[in-house]
């Protein structure tokens, strides 16, 4: 009874900070919105199993398009939850996000792999075409303000390169999509919840 309870508040508690970090967040490059997001600790609820289907889905996919992969970059990588799922098969990890607090949880969750507080545009790896073999970008698009040359800088750095977002999300982030040369979609589903998966290969 107790345990309900508490899981309730804190459900409750997490609606209502989201709700008020992310004011005006969708679309626009808010990067302020959403590091205040992150003032709380799993600000989108990353370790539920709805999550957690996703990620495994992801993985599935992952697996059956480009086998394993020797370097991924995860545009918007929050505090390393996919991360751990990605680095079972990947060697080498790479994580950017807008927010300087989820880069701090997410070095703490994975030593070993490579983060930091950045945007794409400014990633410290190396610009060099095809840097990595994978670039991914899983629920971030449509908190851009430009999807398009997003897409375009995961081109040049990725030799592959895969995105997911949830349904509602498809008309604004879908019609770049269509755009790339040799996409492939497919869906991952979760009780009502529906994500859109797109991957391609650049070489």
Same mark, same amino acid.
Not at 124 to 136: E, I, K, N, S, Y
Not at 142 to 157: G, T
Not at 160 to 173: D, H, K
Not at 185 to 200: E, N, P, Q, S
């Given at each position: 009874? !107790?345990?309900?309870?508490? @899981?309730? *508040?804190?459900?409750?508690?997490?609606?209502?900070?989201?709700?008020?970090?992310?004011?005006?967040? =969708? =679309? /626009?490059? /808010? &990067?302020?919105? *959403?590091?205040?997001?992150?003032?709380?600790?799993?600000?989108? $609820?990353?370790?539920?199993?709805?999550?957690?289907?996703? !990620?495994?889905?992801t993985n599935r996919i992952i697996e059956q398009a480009f086998g394993r992969v020797g370097s991924v970059l995860e545009i918007g990588c929050g505090e390393g939850h996919q991360t751990e799922y990605l680095?079972?098969? @990947?060697?080498?990890?790479?994580?950017?996000?807008? @927010?300087?607090h989820a880069i701090e949880r997410a070095r703490a969750r994975l030593p070993q792999a490579h983060f930091a507080a950045t945007e794409l545009s400014a990633q410290p790896w190396g610009d060099q075409q095809?840097? !990595?073999? *994978? #670039?991914?970008?899983?629920?971030?698009?449509?908190? *851009? @303000?430009?999807?398009?040359?997003?897409?375009?800088?995961?081109?040049?750095?990725?030799? $592959? =390169?895969?995105?997911?977002? !949830?349904?509602?999300?498809?008309?604004?982030?879908?019609? &770049?999509?269509?755009?790339?040369?040799? #996409? &492939?979609?497919?869906?991952?589903?979760? =009780?009502?919840?529906?994500?859109? #998966?797109?991957?391609?290969?650049?070489?």
């Amino acid at each position: 009874m !107790f345990a309900d309870t508490a @899981s309730l *508040l804190k459900k409750a508690r997490r609606r209502l900070w989201m709700k008020y970090a992310l004011r005006g967040v =969708g =679309g /626009n490059d /808010n &990067h302020q919105g *959403l590091d205040l997001a992150y003032r709380m600790e799993d600000p989108w $609820n990353m370790d539920s199993p709805m999550e957690r289907t996703r !990620f495994e889905a992801t993985n599935r996919i992952i697996e059956q398009a480009f086998g394993r992969v020797g370097s991924v970059l995860e545009i918007g990588c929050g505090e390393g939850h996919q991360t751990e799922y990605l680095a079972r098969l @990947s060697d080498r990890q790479y994580g950017i996000d807008v @927010s300087p607090h989820a880069i701090e949880r997410a070095r703490a969750r994975l030593p070993q792999a490579h983060f930091a507080a950045t945007e794409l545009s400014a990633q410290p790896w190396g610009d060099q075409q095809h840097r !990595f073999d *994978l #670039v991914t970008a899983c629920e971030v698009l449509y908190y *851009l @303000s430009d999807p398009a040359e997003e897409l375009r800088r995961m081109r040049h750095l990725g030799r $592959n =390169g895969l995105v997911t977002f !949830f349904a509602p999300a498809c008309g604004r982030v879908g019609p &770049h999509l269509e755009k790339l040369p040799g #996409v &492939h979609r497919d869906w991952i589903f979760h =009780g009502g919840t529906a994500w859109l #998966v797109a991957w391609w290969r650049n070489d």
